[in-house]
């Protein structure tokens, strides 16, 4: 139990196109889905909290206009990078927390976008 | 402030011999604590968690981890490094209270590697 996928696994896009995210929790709902990145060698850096149903909660500097979060159903988030430039390149990981859990979160696979 | 501190950016192991991978957490209140493995370009999976359960944690794949209060540690061990563990390990706490209660802190990683 507990699957989080997203898609697509990886993405080539031009500079100054927007590129989309999904992340679906597939065997449970998730009322809330987080958004990471993480850059080469480094750790996981937490960008947005999604709520089902409501405005996401962005961290500190991460432009909320340029990284769309929308969390529309129970089982899905997207997250949407829009205007993408090459310093947008990174590899995207969301996960969704367990209802009643405590606390932990499952990932998904990864998204690795890469914007010439 | 709640934080975790992976002491090593990187481990080196020969197959068949024991892994230990520390991490140190600082916390005022009864830490959640947990593992997660990444391999290369894949999401994370959690390998084990404490929850102020028993001290000593069992995971998956042959892996475990000891909660000791005293030393503010909780390390994860394996009897015997198989070439298939080779991945970044991630020490992770829960952070406890505030606006972004449950939201997870990362340590910044180590990278085991296993020698034939």
Known sequence: GAVVSQHPSWVICKSGTSVKIECRSLDFQATTMFWYRQFPKQSLMLMATSN????????????????????????????????????????????????????????????????? | AQSVTQLDSHVSVSEGTPVLLRCNYSSSYSPSLFWYVQHPNKGLQLLLKYTSAATLVKGINGFEAEFKKSETSFHLTKPSAHMSDAAEYFCVVILAYGGSQGNLIFGKGTKLSVKP
């Open chain 1, 52 to 116: 089902e149903g409501s405005k996401a909660t962005y961290e500190q500097g991460v432009e909320k206009d340029k990284f769309l979060i929308n969390h529309a159903s129970l089982t899905l988030s997207t997250l949407t990078v829009t205007s993408a430039h090459p310093e947008d390149s990174s590899f995207y990981i969301c996960s969704a927390r367990v209802p009643g859990g405590l606390y932990e979160q499952y990932f998904g696979p990864g998204t690795r976008l890469t914007v010439t």
